[in-house]
């Protein structure tokens, strides 16, 4: 089955529902940390189904792999966020355990979609190269 919207990626499902949750977690947050620490896990988090969609909707491999990379990064980013949270006390350990566990998830999805895309590329330019090793061939 071809898949053919970017709500259909278990990944971006993830990641989506990750990103909700972050937004009502930190509203929890002390007031001062309205928009540093707080706003900061707001937009990674809400950057990495963005990504994802973006990337999803792009034609060509090279451009698809920049926004998940984009998307992993910014995952990185919100797990290093978590941990500030966690050694700040806005979030117990629990809390903490349970968010990591998803961002892992989150992780490892993006990492084989974009190893499908690198195979895939690949998979392409072997072709392209064996018919052009074909037409001299014949020629």
């Known amino acids: 089955m071809k898949l053919t919207r970017f709500e259909d990626l278990k990944v971006w499902q993830l990641a989506h529902h990750l990103s909700m949750d972050v937004a009502k977690l930190v509203k929890s947050f002390p007031r001062e940390e309205k ?3 707080a706003g900061q896990m707001r937009r990674s988090a809400r ?3 963005s990504d994802i969609s973006e990337g999803f909707g792009r034609f060509h491999f090279n451009d ?3 926004f998940y990379e984009r998307a992993r990064s910014s995952l990185g980013e919100l797990r290093n966020h978590f941990i500030e ?3 700040n ?3 117990g350990e629990r809390d903490y355990k349970d968010y990591s566990r998803r961002m892992t998830e989150i992780g490892y999805l993006l990492n084989r979609m974009m190893a499908n895309v690198q195979t895939a590329r690949a998979n392409y330019e072997n072709q392209r190269k064996s018919k052009r090793l074909y037409s ?3 020629q």
């Open 89 to 91: 006390s806005y979030l």
């Open 35 to 37: 928009y540093d620490l």
């Open 136 to 138: 001299i061939a014949k």
């Open 64 to 66: 698809k792999l920049t």
């Open 85 to 87: 949270a966690l050694g």
């Open 47 to 49: 950057s990495i189904p």
